[in-house]
């Protein structure tokens, strides 16, 4: 989980009486990089783990006095922090618990929570083990619990969105806690009213699911599909489909492995552009014109709800003359999927995002479609940088 603090905070006052934190678990100077996924970035200023909401309230209203600003670290999965000290209060967010409870309003469902701290995929499993469906598509994403409905994170036909029936939350403005429900969150792709229009305002302290016991597995996605197939799987359980997700990722290096190198990274770093049918025909004369495709070629395309096209970024990158294994310092795109940003080594902040910028500037010059990332993207003061 990972999302930027009150904006605009005036620099800190590191001279003052209260200049030091009142927590024994406080520390100074403490280097990011080992609390992220793709390993890149500078130090912290100063940096707690928080494992309680009093603590939390605590560390908030000393940086509020400090005017300091606050960055929330969960899992450290969707983050590029910089190559500078960060002038930030980190607190990284070490709530732990699952706890479960009878739906009162839906007949034949549970309610799972799962606390913010807790590690996304072990509470997969965990619902997985139970046989309750809803999430088992979402297996190996890296991360807390607590990022869920900020990113509404969606992979192989699944988004929390769907099973999401509320999420607690301290609002910052008034210090209190307050439930928010699902419907409530402004869910779209890859985004909530947590990212947008209510950024910084609100620290996810646990969020609760909606799930099916006995349920059937999701099986959207022609991935999927072709691997049940392949491997003879007919009739896929929860524990089936969620073996099969692991698989297809680990073969993608999607999956955190401390000897894959190419998992080394944010997982997927650009999202997939979504478009009118109108500018999918634009972008298909747009790259005819600089030669990238054919007018018999097919640019990979489907349907969402709202009846526009998403394209694979994946593809783009690409076609765009931008391969797998492509280096930039000790950056580069994995050597197993091509919408991947890995550190293969020694990679700086730096190097991750001029190799962004390099890879939009390409899809742009070839396509005319502009990649989005998705992670966030710090400059030292704690403020998000646009690529």
């Not at 409870?101 to 799962?114: C, E, I, M, R, Y």
């Not at 509320?166 to 609002?171: F, I, P, Q, R, Y």
């Not at 991947?340 to 902040?349: K, L």
């Amino acid at each position: 989980m990972a999302h930027p603090g009150i904006a605009g905070v005036p620099p800190a006052n590191h001279g003052g009486r209260d200049a030091r934190p009142p927590f024994d678990r406080f520390k100074e100077h403490i280097p990011l990089a080992p609390h992220t996924t793709i390993a890149v970035g500078g130090n912290a200023r100063y940096f707690l783990a928080v494992h309680d909401i009093t603590q939390l309230r605590e560390a908030l209203d000393w940086a509020g006095h400090q005017r300091l600003p606050v960055f929330i670290l969960g899992g450290g999965s969707n983050i590029v922090f910089p190559d500078e000290e960060l002038n930030a209060l980190v607190i990284q967010i070490a709530l732990k618990a699952i706890w479960e409870s009878a739906a009162a309003d839906t007949a034949g469902t549970v309610l799972a929570t799962a606390a913010a701290g807790e590690d996304w995929d072990a509470f997969v499993a965990w619902t997985v083990e139970r046989g309750w469906a809803g999430i088992e598509c979402l297996s190996g994403i890296p991360g807390c619990a607590g990022a869920t409905p900020i990113q509404n994170v969606g992979a192989y036909g699944q988004e929390v969105a769907e099973t999401i029936a509320s999420v607690t939350v301290l609002d910052r403005h008034n210090d209190a806690t307050t439930e928010i429900p699902g419907e409530g969150c402004a869910f779209g792709y890859r985004t909530s009213r947590f990212k947008t229009i209510d950024r910084g305002c609100y620290i996810v302290l646990s969020v609760t699911f909606r799930l099916v016991p006995g349920g059937k597995p999701a099986v959207r996605y022609h991935g999927l599909e072709t691997y049940l197939a392949k491997n003879g799987i007919r009739h896929p359980t929860l524990r089936d489909v969620r073996e099969a997700v692991l698989a297809v990722r680990r073969s993608k290096a999607m999956v955190v492995d401390h000897d894959e190198p190419n998992s080394r990274g944010c997982g997927s770093f650009f999202m997939n552009p979504i478009m009118s049918a109108q500018q999918f025909v634009d972008i298909r004369a747009t790259a005819e014109r600089a030669g990238v495709v054919s007018p018999g070629d097919t640019i990979p395309a489907h349907s969402v709800p709202d009846g526009r096209l998403k394209l694979s970024a994946a593809w783009l990158i690409e076609r765009a003359g931008l391969r797998r294994g492509f280096h930039h310092g000790g950056a580069g795109i994995s050597e197993k999927h091509s919408l991947a940003i890995v550190n293969f080594g020694g990679a700086t902040a730096r190097d991750v995002t001029e190799l962004a910028a390099l890879v939009i500037a390409h899809v742009m010059e070839k396509f005319g479609v502009r990649l989005q990332p998705e992670p966030l993207i710090l400059a030292p003061d704690g403020t998000i940088r646009a690529i």
